[in-house]
């Protein structure tokens, strides 16, 4: 009779292997003996060795005691299926390589490929690598939230991008990393905002972007994180709303 680590060692498997596979039921414990200990036969040694074979071929623990026992039949009926799910895995892994092979590197991390070109037209501008990042984690947010219009907002961002004046605010936003504290900078960007927003709210676009981003929740979460990224983000607020808007994700101009 043996001891369980003489019945693991006979097996193939580690003592913590044969605890488990008894607390699931696949092998059976034995009483204790007179003295408190449990003692293994042969049938104990060769059940654990067909388990031991069983799992490492893949099959999953729930299909090994039936496995175990089963008839030829059955038994052959249940390989198939479990080479059938076995595939199925390879597939599903094959696919996450693909995948993994695709991120590229953790900059570009859960970013799409509109938004990526859109980050680095920003860089190609000049802009800063900091406020890239910064602008990177918002979109990738938007780009969860809203997967099936992300490729227009983006779109409409990228156009803008050829107008002298939205070049003009990403060029001020640079100053702001090495002039945090410059309020007349900061007064001049929010009068250039506020001249930007005319002129969208003029042809319609703001009501478009009120469309695209329908989910108010998801607005202030945008908004808690915009504030949480750059100090400067509250007080460009407050200046705004001297000048008669509300809001920073979507913004709206306030009624008289």
Same mark, same amino acid.
């Given at each position: ?6 019945? &693991? ?10 605890? @488990? ?5 696949? !092998? ?31 099959? *999953? ?16 009926? &249940? ?8 595939? &199925? ?38 802009? *800063? ?29 990228? &156009?803008?991008?050829?107008? *002298? ?9 640079? #100053? !702001? ?7 007349? $900078? ?22 478009? @972007? ?9 607005? #202030? ?8 990224? @750059?100090?400067?983000?509250?007080? !460009?607020?407050?200046? $705004? ?12 101009? #306030?009624? *008289?």
């Amino acid at each position: 009779m043996l001891t369980i680590g003489r019945l &693991a060692s006979y097996a193939g498997v580690s003592i913590r292997a044969v605890r @488990h596979y008894h607390q699931i039921g696949l !092998l059976p414990e034995p009483e204790r003996d007179a003295s408190g200990y449990r003692s293994y036969d042969a049938a104990a040694v060769l059940r654990l060795i067909r388990i031991r074979t069983l799992a490492e071929a893949g099959v *999953p623990l729930a299909r090994v005691r039936e496995l175990l026992d089963a008839d030829p039949e059955t038994f052959a009926a &249940a390989r198939i299926e479990v080479d059938r799910e076995l595939r &199925a895995r390879i597939r599903t892994l094959q696919e996450h390589r693909r995948r993994v092979a695709q991120l590229g590197s953790v900059e570009s991390l859960a970013v799409p490929e509109e938004v990526a070109d859109y980050l680095e037209r920003l860089r190609g501008i000049g802009v *800063p690598p900091v406020l890239v990042e910064k602008e990177r984690d918002a979109w990738i947010l938007m780009a969860a939230r809203f997967p099936e219009t992300i490729t227009e907002i983006i779109a409409d961002k990228v &156009a803008q991008l050829a107008d *002298p004046e939205v070049r003009r605010f990403y060029q001020l936003l640079s #100053r !702001l990393e090495v002039e945090p504290d410059n309020d007349d $900078l900061l007064r001049a960007i929010a009068d250039l905002l506020s001249e930007l927003y005319e002129e969208a709210a003029a042809s319609g676009m703001l009501d478009q @972007h009120d469309e695209m981003m329908p989910d108010q929740a998801f607005v #202030r979460l945008l908004d808690s994180f915009s504030f949480g990224t @750059h100090p400067v983000v509250a007080r !460009l607020a407050e200046l $705004l709303a001297e000048r008669g808007w509300t809001g920073w994700t979507r913004v709206e101009k #306030r009624k *008289p």
